[in-house]
């Protein structure tokens, strides 16, 4: 069975980080790309960032870039999210997904490629 739990939400003032992690079980986690979306309050789910197997190819949302960084260690089936200069925008519950299809980068945004989803974790950014 296939499991993803998210850690390190929080409360945290606009400018602040922040570090989320992701641990996975029940898969091969070296063969799957993970990502992350986020859902705000009346919201639609949209895409975070995800990244390659290897490590080496990532993805950013516009709003993100420059500011978020995700990184996995395959040794500890977890892939983190790293989230510098945090803004109010950014309050949301961040989910953790995982995929072994391969697709374009494009389809990778999109939230149906993705096989299993985490439980949430709630970030909240105050201004």
């Known amino acids: 069975q296939v499991q993803l739990v998210e850690s390190g939400g929080g409360l945290v003032q606009a400018g602040g980080s922040l570090r989320l992690s992701c641990a996975a079980s029940?898969?091969?986690?070296?063969?799957?790309?993970m990502g992350w979306f986020r859902q705000a309050p009346g919201k639609e789910r949209e895409f975070v960032s995800r990244?390659?197997?290897?490590?080496?190819?990532?993805d950013y949302a516009d709003s993100v870039k420059g500011r978020f960084t995700i990184s996995r260690d395959n040794t500890k089936k977890t892939v983190y999210l790293q989230m510098n200069s945090l803004k109010p925008e950014d309050t949301a519950v961040y989910f953790c997904?995982?995929?072994?299809?391969?697709?374009?980068?494009?389809?990778?945004?999109?939230?149906?490629?993705?096989?299993?989803w985490g439980q949430g974790t709630q970030v909240t950014v105050s201004s």
């Open positions: 997904v995982v995929t072994g299809g391969i697709y374009s980068s494009t389809m990778y945004r999109t939230r149906t490629v993705y096989d299993y």
């Open positions: 029940g898969i091969t986690f070296s063969r799957y790309t």
């Open positions: 990244i390659y197997w290897s490590g080496i190819d990532t």
